[in-house]
């Protein structure tokens, strides 16, 4: 049986963060480029509350205004809660140049707004077509399965790999590899909170609230703009056996063990979206790149969702990958790994340095030190902030963890 054969310069797969602001960053390159997206959008994501980083890259791709008018809650810092303990860091007093404030959306409404606008600036996105197959190489293909069952294929310059969580061709390529984090889950959901303002909540910051008896179990609180919230709690599977009911009942009984937020989400009314589970989703591949292809954010790697780093690790790939691209149509050679994967994993690994440090408990006596230092609280920020790749922070360039593990010995020590 013949196929229709169809030509690109570049096939996205997946119309996610990732896709969307390379399709951006290649059509300002003058690129033909063509997204493919099994779902039809709007549809849920995780990955609600951006960091300020993710800014600089909707602007190169033409899309901040696009964000702007969406009307999202605008988003300027984090506040942390442990028991008694509070912190706040509000992302302008940051370290690193650049964007200090940032959005929280919801996905579904926040990918359509970015798919939308690319297509505007010329790249065809098709919904409902289904990547099957791949063949990399120097001409690369993919096999295509339309919802009617009818199948096409593409031939491109190059493929890159947004799939996000379905990590297609980590899969179809077996290119995946065990991560290093232990197995977590979270069960999250949207609420309505009714939570009066002045009520000791900053709808302007995400809140993180760690659990007053498990250092390593953490809640996400994240407002957005209709009075609504975010509300996911994230532990070890076997954490959440210990409460009995449905996945609702075992998130308000673990809510119900915070003060702090069993005060503010009393009045809450829950689930005004389906409250849903993940688990195991901390994800490594062997390589992001091959022949005629890469991958994009959590195609490639996902570490966790603690800072809120998956939309700008996604972002900052279609950043090197567009980069890589531009140069290879330029007639210039490009070290895939050198220019790609280098640098990328170089800001994953300053991300992965903090989340441990989150999990063995230390990076809460950092927060919630009573008298940090100006200097070295701005450099923290920078990297909450989402700047893990800016070389002038010690932070960043602090490769072994020496830097960061003699600050969690010095604040906890006092």
């Given at each position: 049986m013949s196929w229709k054969v169809e030509t690109t310069e570049v096939l996205?797969?997946?119309?996610?963060?990732?896709?969307?602001?390379?399709?951006?960053?290649?059509?300002?390159?003058?690129?033909?480029?063509?997204?493919?997206?099994?779902?039809?959008?709007?549809r849920f994501s995780v990955g609600e509350s951006l960091l300020p980083q993710s800014?600089?890259?909707?602007?190169?791709?033409?899309?901040?205004q696009d964000v702007v008018e969406a009307g999202f809650q605008?988003?300027?810092?984090?506040?942390?809660?442990?028991?008694d303990k509070t912190s706040d860091f509000d992302f302008r007093r940051k370290s690193s140049p650049g964007w200090g404030t940032t959005y929280q959306v919801q996905r579904a409404q926040f990918d359509a707004v970015l798919a939308r606008a690319v297509e505007r600036q010329g790249a065809q996105l098709r919904f409902g077509d289904e990547v099957v197959a791949v063949e990399p190489g120097t001409r690369p293909s993919a096999s295509v399965r339309r919802e009617d069952g009818s199948r096409y294929?593409?031939?491109?310059?190059?493929?890159?790999?947004?799939?996000g969580f379905a990590r297609l061709l980590p899969r179809l390529l077996n290119l995946e590899s065990p991560s290093h984090f232990p197995a977590r889950g979270a069960i999250f959901c949207h609420v309505r909170d009714h939570i009066p303002y002045g009520g000791g909540f900053d709808r302007n910051k995400?809140?993180?609230?760690?659990?007053?008896?498990?250092?390593?179990v953490w809640y996400w609180t994240i407002p957005f703009s209709d009075n609504t919230c975010s509300l996911g709690v994230v532990a070890e599977p076997a954490f959440f056996d210990r409460y009995s009911g449905d996945d609702l009942q075992k998130l308000q009984q673990i809510v119900g063990e915070d003060p702090n937020l069993a005060r503010l989400l009393g009045n809450a009314e829950w689930a005004v979206q389906p409250v849903r589970r993940i688990t195991g989703y901390s994800a490594n591949v062997t390589s992001l790149h091959g022949p005629?292809?890469?991958?994009?954010?959590?195609?490639?790697?996902?570490?966790?969702?603690?800072?809120?780093?998956?939309?700008?690790?996604?972002?900052?790939?279609?950043?090197?990958?567009?980069?890589?691209?531009?140069?290879?149509?330029?007639?210039?050679?490009?070290?895939?790994?050198?220019?790609?994967?280098?640098?990328?994993?170089?800001?994953v690994r300053t991300f992965r340095r903090f989340v441990e440090s989150w999990y063995?408990?230390?990076?809460?006596?950092?927060?919630?030190?009573?008298?940090?230092?100006?200097?070295?609280?701005?450099?923290?920020?920078s990297i909450l902030a989402g700047y893990a790749w800016d070389a002038e922070n010690p932070y960043v360039v602090d490769e072994s963890g020496r830097?960061?593990?003699?600050?969690?010995q010095l604040c906890g020590d006092r």
């Open positions: 996205i797969i997946g119309a996610g963060p990732a896709g969307s602001v390379a399709a951006g960053l290649l059509r300002r390159q003058g690129r033909q480029v063509l997204i493919l997206e099994r779902e039809h959008f709007p800014m600089q890259y909707l602007e190169e791709a033409g899309l901040l605008h988003k300027s810092g984090a506040a942390f809660v442990y028991g294929r593409i031939e491109a310059d190059f493929i890159l790999d947004a799939s995400i809140l993180i609230t760690t659990h007053p008896e498990h250092i390593d005629g292809y890469a991958l994009l954010g959590n195609a490639g790697e996902f570490l966790d969702p603690v800072f809120s780093s998956g939309v700008t690790i996604a972002f900052k790939s279609a950043q090197l990958a567009s980069d890589c691209l531009r140069r290879q149509y330029a007639g210039e050679s490009v070290d895939w790994e050198q220019d790609f994967s280098v640098p990328l994993r170089a800001g063995r408990g230390s990076f809460q006596n950092v927060i919630f030190h009573p008298r940090p230092s100006p200097a070295i609280r701005e450099m923290i920020c830097r960061l593990h003699a600050l969690e």
